[in-house]
């Protein structure tokens, strides 16, 4: 009586299954993003010990990090190619502590592919501005955000640039 029972369940599955429809599943449709925008990761460290970050870069309006208006006008500035935004005059210590960034994305509808290490976080931040800006990190001798209420200090000689149209 097994053997009749194992068939007759075998069976039944194998109905039902001739039941279900033949085409494959459709994955539902992503919003397409509209505007600039790019993909941002980081990722501190080598391949030995890694740390990565991401976010979206969004710039129409500027979001997706705490810098995001100042990333958006310098990437703006620079027709949405990263290698093209001036670097900062900072002195970065020599320092080993490697960074890769990495961005793909749209810009003004043309495609976005950029990726670079760094030796440190110092020379990431005086080459890219506030791109990849995704998490605090203070530098001496870069440019920092001002926190009101709080007094920072500034490195004599070194010229902190701004971006116009970016409120500081």
Known sequence: MTTKTTLAVGG???????????????AAPRPAV???????????GDDRSRDISGTLLLCDPPRGHSQAAEACAE???ADGDIGRIPPDDSLCP?????VSVSARGEWDGRPVEYSHTFSNACEL???TGAVFA???RSVP???????????HRTVPGVRHRTVPGVRH
């Open 141 to 151: 001798g870069v440019r920092h955000r001002t926190v009101p209420g709080v007094r």
């Open 94 to 98: 020599m320092l080993y502590s490697p």
């Open 75 to 77: 990437l703006d500035a």
């Open 12 to 26: 039944a599955l194998i109905a039902a299954a001739a039941l279900l429809p033949m085409t494959p599943a459709q």
């Open 125 to 127: 931040q005086a080459r």
């Open 134 to 136: 995704l998490a605090d």
């Open 34 to 44: 509209a505007g600039n925008w790019l993909y941002l990761t980081v990722t501190n």
